[in-house]
């Protein structure tokens, strides 16, 4: 495929535009301000798992050196509550001098409960007449299903068929190494909040409701944040502190989860358990799929993983969200569909025994091609789909069919450990563009550079890949286009949330639309300057823009500068929304360029996709895993802000690393109470667990004709990682490890093994 | 495991609480006088001006490239003595330090942490706290060139001590050597960690000025990045400035 040519976007060269800030510690995240001039809160937590709280004794806590002020249920009505969901639930905070005063001071705070029967294992709720977690309305569940076509045709069609039980995926803790906090303070009756929030507006939206008060008297800041994984969406933080400063006559307080309580009770990541029944052809290919699927804590429900990967006539799929009396669920890092992709990949590797051909073989077979549409309705076509290179390019980089062998045969290696290679590919919903209603702002100035003022915080590059499209877009070079103001409610525009990788294409195609209006009205000014003016008939039309330089398109020579065109004329400002691909039709969005003979306009998906290879070795007297090598590949569409995606890409391949070898559980089943409190308890991977010269990374780059410059989002990569190391420990050993709602350590994999009970 | 050591400062009240040296795992940074989390003390007990904590992580002996070992085994038990030196000050101690070449005398609460201090006291936020509890590394500074992590040191055991931060590696113009082989690779995320990383690595640098990848894999190791982007930080750090 031949790309379009940038000028600016994907060149290497292009560092983050706040990268100095992050190296010399100038980068304010949320507890970065107001030295010497802050109160602090903390808060105390539920130890029961479901009730309602009886009586808040605060009398010794108040009675304490430094201690400032309680709030309750009572006094913050709108973010604390009387009945107790789950253990660990907020219950009462405390402002203090200092931090560590607040801390031991919840410690004298007396909380009674009355306490009700909970439900604290997923599997229980599956049960008829099980305890109500009193978390939906007369159930813990929340269904979902879909059809196609008619499985009991497709059954009566397959020659082999396979019923497999996927047994709980792993969850683990994804805290950030900055806790959730936020600084409130108050200046008469407007309030001002800084929360290292991934959705900026959104944030300000429930800050307003939080506090039942004015929109224009509720100030949201957000700059830089430690971490956002897809989990900074919270917005209790802000709530909290807001109450807190009231508390105190307004005086500036920062409040901070503890660690421990940080790390499980936002952003704990949901687990999947699946029942596969699966049809298929002598020669390989599919023909049914009867599939449950259940998510504790989580109403992700249905993964486009299965959907939009594979060629299957009929399908039937139902599962269920489970709400139990446990902390509700973050995203997984590469959103939903980690543990989708692993119970898919394990399923479909057992199924390619059966019919013995590989795992490689199989997924050939059954890969949707790239011009081939949705299989349900509406049966749209992608934007771009990099799939299946995906798929071909860790292949061949890897070797993995002169690697691959019958599970756990010829596998010995000369050092006794037993050789593994596994291989997965998927797509899901990942950089789908769904920004109708972002909006950004490109300033031109009076010099001739530009600013984009962006309504985004921090995570992950965002605006330096905004200054990219604008950039790009605007016809100038990446060092005369800067970030003016960002993070703040007041002065930007809604660029987008941050989460699920969504804000390339939101706040991507918002910032190309305000370049294009930006570029039109500076081309009007650039007519009336020399030599331009001078050019009989002249309209913007004939205009173009290169290397910060507007030229006369019949004859290049003649061109000015932004600078001379902007001289003498005000600072013009641009404005534009975004577009989503499944919009379409008269809303702006669809195709931006005619693909497969569809017309501009045209509804289309937008979804991203990865492939990968691990190869490794197992060493079954101590059941450790050593990766010998590990080949990624993930669709871009077009890349943007190159070493944003590479760290994007990379961190997520070091994650799933992480998922597959070596994050604990921390969360005990039978009372919903927390029993890891700390990073080394929680087990994280250190900088001794990842080879930097062993893993390697493929940004394929496609061009998705629906999305801002044929980008799709990377800010959370899909990376198949997680399920391609334990199908090459599968590989290895011929016995698949049960992840046990956690990673597949050395005691896990010697139980398969029948080395351990 | 039970190791003594004398601290010759008012009662230390903060945490209630201290460690011996050794609650840091591996690599160029290590534990001065460690402090438990203020959540979790509950191994912790006072008696007049001792202070006996069990540690209870678990953790290794690392051999580090400045030639300090870490000690800690799961269990261990640590004594504290506390000898005030100066009863009018109460809960405070006097310090004199030098911080990024600058001179400073401070009075500071003893409860308070070297992080603490120099982020609230000094407005010095390039050093992060994370974990609070020595475990994370974000706050990773250097303390008489030795990489430490500041929230688990005492502000009142730095006296008479020279401290670098991050603001302290350049002018925040002209990056340092270390900083700019982070800013040539891209070595940052979020960037919360980096501070923490580049403290590190400077320590390091200043006892091996050309590591192996596997040096710097063990020289990084007791700093934690939730980003995992650990393959553009070794990178960075391999072979020196």
Redesign the interface.
């Known amino acids: 495929m031949t790309l379009p040519v940038f000028n600016v976007a994907g060149k290497p060269e292009n560092?983050?535009c706040h990268?100095?800030?992050?190296?010399?510690?100038?980068?304010?995240?949320t507890?970065?301000?107001m030295?010497?001039r802050k109160l602090f809160g903390a808060m105390k937590h539920a130890t029961i798992a479901h009730g309602t709280i009886k009586s808040i004794d605060a009398t010794k806590a108040l009675n304490e050196t430094g201690v400032k002020a309680v709030i309750t249920y009572k006094e913050a009505p709108t973010v604390l509550n009387q009945t107790i969901l789950y253990w660990g639930q907020p219950v009462v905070g405390i402002v203090a001098d200092?931090w560590?005063t607040a801390?031991?001071a919840i410690n004298l705070v007396d909380v009674t409960y009355d306490e009700l029967p909970s439900i604290t294992e997923a599997d229980e709720a599956l049960k008829p007449g099980a305890v109500l977690s009193g978390k939906r309305e007369g159930t813990n569940l929340a269904p979902a299903s879909f059809t196609r076509g008619d499985v009991d045709a497709g059954r009566q069609q397959a020659d082999i068929e396979l019923e497999t039980i996927q047994p709980w995926t792993t969850t683990y803790q994804?805290?950030?190494?900055?806790?959730y906090q936020a600084l409130a303070w108050w200046i008469g009756d407007h309030l001002y909040v800084y929360q290292g929030s991934q959705n900026l507006h959104g944030n300000k939206s429930a800050v307003v409701n939080y506090l039942e008060m004015p929109a224009n008297k509720v100030h949201c800041f957000a700059r830089?944040?430690?971490?956002?994984?897809g989990a900074r969406l919270s917005n209790w933080e802000s709530g909290i502190a807001a109450f807190m400063s009231k508390a105190v006559y307004g005086l500036p307080v920062l409040f901070r989860e503890?660690?421990?309580h940080n790390m499980l009770f936002h952003i704990r990541q949901y687990e999947v358990k699946s029942t596969y029944k699966w049809g298929a052809k002598n020669d390989g290919s599919l023909v049914y799929l009867d599939a449950q699927n259940w998510v504790n804590g989580s109403g992700a429900g249905m993964s486009t993983v299965m959907r939009t990967t594979w060629i299957i006539p009929h399908v039937k799929w139902e599962g269920a969200g489970i709400y139990i009396n446990v902390p509700d669920r973050g995203s997984w890092r590469c959103v939903a569909d980690p543990p989708f992709a692993l119970n898919m990949t394990m399923a479909m590797d057992k199924l390619a025994e059966k019919l013995n051909i590989s795992p490689y073989e199989i997924r050939r077979k059954n890969m949707m091609p790239v011009d081939m549409p949705d299989q349900d309705s509406p049966y749209r076509y992608w934007g771009s789909k990099e799939v299946n290179e995906c798929f071909e390019t860790v292949a061949r980089e890897s070797g993995y069919t002169s690697k691959w062998h019958a599970p756990g045969q010829n596998n010995k290696r000369t050092d006794g450990r037993l050789h593994g290679i596994g291989i997965h590919c998927h797509t899901d919903s990942h950089g789908s563009v769904a920004g109708t209603s972002m909006a950004g702002i490109v300033l031109m100035q009076p010099d001739g550079t530009a600013l984009i003022e962006a309504g985004c915080t921090k995570?992950?590059n965002s605006p330096t890949m905004l200054v990219h499209f604008t950039a790009e877009t605007l016809g100038m070079k990446y060092e005369d286009v800067f970030v003016g103001d960002w993070g703040n409610s007041d002065t930007t525009l809604n660029s987008g949330s941050h989460g699920g990788s969504a804000f390339t294409g939101a706040g991507g195609s918002a910032f190309v639309s305000a370049a294009r209006d930006c570029r039109a009205k500076v081309f009007a000014a650039a007519i009336t300057k020399t030599p331009l003016k001078e050019i009989a008939g002249i309209t913007v039309d004939d205009l173009d823009a290169k290397d910060s330089e507007i030229f006369y398109k019949p004859d290049p020579t003649k061109r000015i500068t932004f600078r001379t065109a902007m001289n003498g004329t005000p600072p013009i400002a641009g404005y534009g929304t975004g577009w989503a691909a499944a919009g379409g039709g008269t809303g702006g969005g669809g195709l931006q360029r005619p693909l497969f003979g569809l017309p501009v306009g045209t509804a289309v998906n937008a979804q991203s996709a990865a492939a990968s290879v691990a190869e490794v070795a197992v060493d079954t007297d101590t059941g450790e895993v050593e990766i010998l090598g590990h080949w990624n590949a993930t669709g871009c569409g077009r890349v943007i802000f190159y070493?944003g995606v590479?760290?994007?890409f990379?961190?997520?391949?070091?994650?799933q690393i992480?998922q597959a070898l070596y994050y604990g559980d921390v969360y005990d089943y039978a009372t919903g109470a927390v029993i890891g409190?700390?990073?080394?308890e929680t087990q994280?991977?250190?900088?001794?667990d990842?080879?930097?010269?062993r893993?390697n990374l493929y940004p394929i780059e496609g061009d998705d004709h629906s999305a801002p410059l044929g980008a799709h989002g990377i800010g959370e990569p899909v990376v198949g990682s997680y399920a391609c190391i334990l199908s090459a420990i599968y590989n290895a050993i011929g016995v698949w490890v049960d992840p046990d709602h956690g990673a597949c350590n050395p005691d896990k994999v010697l139980k398969a093994l029948g080395k351990a009970t | 495991m039970s190791e003594e050591k004398e601290v010759k400062k008012p009662h230390l009240s903060?945490?209630e609480f201290l460690k011996d040296a050794g609650l840091i795992?591996?690599g160029a940074t290590i534990g001065s006088i460690a402090l438990a989390?203020?959540?979790?003390n509950d191994t912790t007990t006072v008696a007049g001006n001792t202070v006996t904590t069990t540690v209870t992580?678990?953790?290794g002996t690392v051999t580090v490239p400045a030639g300090t070992t870490t000690i800690t085994q799961p269990g261990s038990t640590s004594v504290v003595t506390v000898t005030p030196d100066d009863p009018s000050l109460g809960d405070k101690s006097r310090i004199n330090l030098t911080v990024n070449g600058r001179a400073y005398n401070l009075t500071v609460?003893n409860?308070?942490s070297l992080a603490?201090i120099l982020?609230?006291?000094?407005?010095?936020?390039?050093?992060?706290?994370?974990?609070?509890?020595g475990?994370?590394g974000?706050c990773t500074i250097l303390v008489d060139d030795v990489a430490i992590y500041s929230c688990v040191m005492l502000a009142c055991e730095a006296d008479g001590k020279k401290v670098t931060?991050?603001?302290g590696?350049?002018d925040?113009i002209t990056?340092s050597p270390i900083?700019q082989k982070?800013?040539d690779k891209?070595a940052?995320?979020?960037?919360?960690?980096?501070?923490g990383f580049?403290m590190a690595a400077e320590g390091l640098l200043k006892a091996n000025s050309n590591p192996t990848?596997d040096d710097?894999?063990?020289a990084?190791?007791?700093?934690?990045?939730?980003?995992?982007?650990?393959?553009?930080?070794?990178?960075a750090v391999i072979g020196g400035v």
């Open positions: 560092h983050d990268i100095k800030e992050y190296l010399t510690g100038k980068a304010d995240y507890g970065d301000h030295p010497g200092d560590y801390c031991r994804h805290s950030p190494i900055e806790s830089y944040l430690g971490g956002g994984h503890t660690k421990k995570p992950h070493e590479m760290s994007q990379g961190s997520g391949t070091e994650l992480a409190s700390q990073f080394t994280l991977p250190t900088t001794m990842i080879r930097p010269s893993h | 903060r945490r795992v591996g989390s203020a959540c979790n992580q678990t953790v609460p409860h308070l603490w982020r609230e006291e000094l407005g010095l936020f390039g050093t992060k706290i994370g974990c609070d509890m475990q994370c974000a931060t991050v603001e590696l350049s925040g990056l900083q982070f800013y891209e940052v995320q979020c960037g919360y960690c980096t501070p580049l990848e710097v894999r063990l990084l190791s007791g700093h934690l990045c939730m980003c995992q982007n650990f393959r553009k930080t070794i990178s």
